[in-house]
């Protein structure tokens, strides 16, 4: 039995993307599941997350009850960071320059990179350069202390050394998996025992996600989702990385660019078999 998910993160309104990858998860499987990925505070609104639940809906799309929504699931991810603590693969991060204080604020939601032209990845951002690693146990926890703001990040070459090299499965076919090439990722941060990259994981496997079915802008992700997964001792799902909905100018449809919303869709009189054919499916 094949067990897809849509993950939406509630920070605005669904649009043709989501769609698009809400139709493909829901034809991919034999079990349709909805996630809410809601662990960002700061962006998430519960008016956000009835909109999904009513464009998914009209969309004719139903899902096994109950949703999952993530900010409901904290102790699992901060069991998860504990046992990756305890084995020392992550390390406080307190640097503060402007792009590595945006990589943090980040961190609570999936980076929707380049999309590459095959399944090379492409990282989505600047690489941290590994300062804080250097930083003695004592140093750290004297910081943590006195109060400072930190990230956690995951010790990459450390927790390659412990799983070895790491493949995933698309289509049928095996790719390499390529870890450094993001540097040590955040994987929590002083207010929130958890990332968009390890709640992914944590989430995947409790809910038994056999097919991960998303954007081939998150292909990076998928990367570093491998490596979390080897390390917690996770399941390993199958991918199938989808090409994105481009709007008439071939731009990719994102929340940030104002697309056009399924809700605007809808009330200009649109039905669901217009959005289909919008969509090509
Ligand atoms: N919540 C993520 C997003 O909005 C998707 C996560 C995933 O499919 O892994 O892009």
């Not at 400072?148 to 049928?172: I, K, Q, W």
Request: charge should be negative; proline fraction near 6%; charged fraction near 25%.
């Amino acid at each position: 039995m094949i067990v897809t998910r849509f993950a939406p993160s509630p920070t605005g309104l669904l649009h043709l993307g989501h769609a698009y990858a809400a139709i493909i998860a829901h034809e991919s499987g034999d079990d349709f599941l909805l996630r809410i990925e809601d662990i960002d505070k700061g962006r998430s609104r519960d008016k956000f997350i009835q909109e999904i639940f009513y464009d998914l809906k009209w969309m004719g799309l139903s899902w096994d009850e109950p949703s999952l929504r993530q900010s409901t699931r904290m102790g699992a991810y901060a069991e998860a960071l504990v046992n990756l603590k305890a084995r020392g693969l992550v390390y406080p991060c307190f640097c503060t320059r402007a792009e590595i204080a945006a990589e943090i604020a980040r961190a609570g939601e999936a980076q929707h990179g380049p999309v590459p032209d095959d399944l090379e990845a492409a990282p989505p951002g600047p690489i941290y350069p590994g300062t804080c690693r250097a930083l003695s146990r004592d140093e750290g926890m004297a910081r943590i202390a006195a109060g400072a703001s930190y990230a956690l990040r995951l010790d990459v070459a450390n927790a390659v050394a412990l799983t070895g090299p790491l493949t995933f499965r698309e289509a049928g076919h095996v790719h390499a998996v390529d870890p450094f090439r993001f540097g040590d990722i955040v994987i929590a941060r002083k207010d929130l025992p958890t990332s968009y990259h390890l709640a992914v994981v944590v989430d995947d496997a409790h809910q038994q996600v056999s097919l991960v079915t998303r954007g081939e802008d998150l292909l990076t992700a998928t990367h570093i989702q491998r490596l979390l997964q080897a390390l917690l001792k996770l399941p390993e799902p199958a991918y199938a990385h989808h090409p994105l909905v481009l709007d008439e100018t071939g731009k990719k449809f994102s929340k940030r660019d104002g697309a056009i919303t399924l809700q605007s869709l809808r009330e200009a009189g649109a039905t669901p078999a217009d959005i289909r054919a919008r969509i090509g499916l």
